[in-house]
Nanobody, 122 residues
Framework: QLLASGGGLVQAGDSLRLSCAAS??????????MGWFRRAPGKERGFVAV????????YYADSVKVRFTISRDNAKKTVYLQMNSLKSEDTAVYYC???????????????WGQGTQVTVSS
């Protein structure tokens, strides 16, 4: 399973760091590419960022590029999303996911966390 944490209510311009701890996956954690997705109110789930299993390749949605940083600690089986300069449009439930493809398509992820709410007030 994937357990996401770190969400909360912040002001525009603030920072937050989300964490996602993995356990019980079918393969070792360091074989999975890890992604972050989000669902804003009234919108479909959207891609945020992905990091390769090795940690040496990342890819971001244009809307978060430069402001967000995805990272992972394979020893701790945890992936992080550092979010800086938050905007009201970043308000969403954030989900972490594990998959065997380095992909921005949610259909390539077989494991999902429960989501953590991020609310940014302007």
């Amino acid at each position: 399973q994937l357990l996401a944490s770190g969400g909360g209510l912040v002001q525009a311009g603030d920072s937050l760091r989300l964490s996602c701890a993995a356990s019980g996956l079918g393969l070792p954690f360091n074989m999975y590419n890890m992604g972050w997705f989000r669902r804003a109110p009234g919108k479909e789930r959207g891609f945020v960022a992905v990091i390769r299993w090795s940690g040496d390749n990342t890819y971001y949605a244009d809307s978060v590029k430069v402001r967000f940083t995805i990272s992972r600690d394979n020893a701790k089986k945890t992936v992080y999303l550092q979010m800086n300069s938050l905007k009201s449009e970043d308000t969403a439930v954030y989900y972490c996911a594990a998959g065997l493809r380095h992909s921005s398509d949610y259909r390539n992820y077989g494991y999902w966390g429960q989501g953590t709410q991020v609310t940014v007030s302007s």
